[in-house]
């Protein structure tokens, strides 16, 4: 006899799917993490002064000596047509590339503003690529809220870098797809050369020149959820993914690292053996943080498409009950295994209107609610503990030894709620 002890997945006729006023940030954001992973990459946001003033909030108080993002503004005579704009921005990525020989990818960011315009930031970003002989190499990506909802930003530029990788030929190895911090690559890393895979690439690397190579021996598996165009991309350069749950929590990192060993036919005897101790110290590092959410009620509001993962991992780890989770897209076939980790019933919602949501949350008066920066202090006001979603994109989240920080991240506002009623 066999004990099952996976719980029954999520089933679908649950999903709520709603469509009007949205809450959530632009792609432009991506920014903000993409500029400190890739170190000699710069960002040029082709928009507005609104477009400024965002990636400059979002980014906070960060001073930089030499900063790696800016916006070049369209102004009144570029939209009056006054002006011919691809001299305009010729001039523009002319004058950067030679004050700054660091920069080794410039990629020209798309807005709101300069897609309604209709500024083909692709084919400039071709000529200009060409024009300096691919040093530093040029692309283009957009980022507006019009096409792009917060992490797609990231989604539409790892894209744009996949047809710039090199050939792999036949070589075989194993690609993790998604930016993850410098310490959780290095984590992973030893891990999967523990295990026995021997080629290990990230995807994007620290550097312009490290980028990984890709062919039809290629497997790679996605370390972020929300990365189904770049996913498609890879694809069609031949590469094939490995699906597995996404490495938030003990549990998470075990499976996804299981599945990729799998994939590149690995002893599951010598999986385990490397995978036990620091599975172990998770989940026992995880024991506190679970004392202080067990049983609590969270709600999620959809902001990165990272609601999913989170979700299964508060609930199977911490104990906490769902209440809902909102979720802006839901690409089934990247969240399957996800999916079939949720607790039975779990109420998911696709898309967003605001209101309703609003509405409904009330109606639920959860402990906890994961939400974005516009709706965090209204709900504080109204009595209700909240989380800013976006400190998750911002901070290391993945692996094994960051489980308990994670866990973390979602006791701390409970805890100080706690501490200012005394
Ligand atoms: S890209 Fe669009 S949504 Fe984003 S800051 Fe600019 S105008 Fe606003």
Not at 88 to 111: A, C, M, N, W
Not at 400 to 409: K, P, S, T, V, W
Request: hydrophobic share 45%; glycine share 8%.
């Amino acid at each position: 006899m066999s004990v099952c002890t996976t719980p029954p997945a999520a089933t679908a006729p649950d999903i709520i799917r709603q469509r009007g006023q949205r809450e959530v940030f632009c792609g432009l954001t991506g920014i903000v993490w993409l500029h400190r992973r890739i170190q000699d990459a710069f960002f040029l946001v082709v928009g507005s002064r609104t477009c400024a003033h965002l990636v400059q909030s979002a980014a906070g108080v960060m001073i930089f000596a030499e900063p790696r993002f800016a916006t070049a503004i369209i102004e009144e005579r570029d939209l009056a047509g006054r002006a011919d704009l691809d001299d305009e921005l010729d001039r523009v990525v002319t004058r950067l590339i030679e004050r700054r020989p660091d920069i080794k990818l410039l990629f020209l960011v798309g807005s709101c503003p300069s897609e309604v315009i209709k500024l083909d930031l692709t084919r400039a970003a071709a000529r200009l690529d060409e024009r300096f002989g691919r040093l530093p190499r040029i692309l283009a990506y957009s980022g507006s809220g019009i096409e792009t909802t917060f992490t797609e930003g990231e989604d539409a530029c790892l894209e744009a870098l996949v047809p710039t990788l090199a050939d792999a030929g036949t070589a075989n190895g194993l690609m993790v797809v998604g930016a993850v911090a410098d310490i959780v690559e290095d984590q992973f890393r030893r891990l999967f050369t523990a295990i026995g895979i021997e080629r290990i690439d990230f995807l994007p690397a620290r550097h312009a020149g490290a980028m990984p190579a890709v062919g039809p021996n290629t497997r790679f598996i996605l370390a972020q959820p929300f990365l189904a165009a770049t996913a498609r991309a890879l694809h069609e350069r031949g590469a094939r993914r490995i699906a597995a749950p996404y490495p938030l929590g003990a549990e998470g990192t075990r499976l996804w690292i299981e599945a990729a060993a799998a994939a590149f036919g690995i002893d599951p005897a010598r999986t385990e053996s490397v995978l036990a101790l620091p599975a172990r110290r998770a989940t026992e590092s995880l024991a506190a943080v679970r004392a202080k959410l067990a049983g609590r009620k969270i709600f999620f509001f959809p902001d990165s498409q990272l609601e999913i993962p989170l979700a299964r991992f508060l609930a199977r780890e911490c104990g906490v009950e769902l209440v809902e989770v909102g979720t802006p897209f839901l690409h089934r076939d990247l969240m399957d295994a996800e999916l079939a980790l949720l607790p039975f019933a779990t109420q998911l919602s696709e898309g967003q209107d605001v209101e309703r949501q609003l509405d409904r949350c009330r109606a639920e008066q959860p402990d906890l609610v994961i939400c974005g920066l516009g709706l965090a202090n209204p709900l504080e006001a109204e009595g209700i503990a909240t989380k800013w979603s976006i400190e998750l994109v911002f901070s290391p989240i993945h692996g094994f030894e960051q489980a308990a920080d994670l866990g973390n991240l979602f006791a701390r506002p409970l805890a100080r709620r706690a501490l200012l009623a005394v």
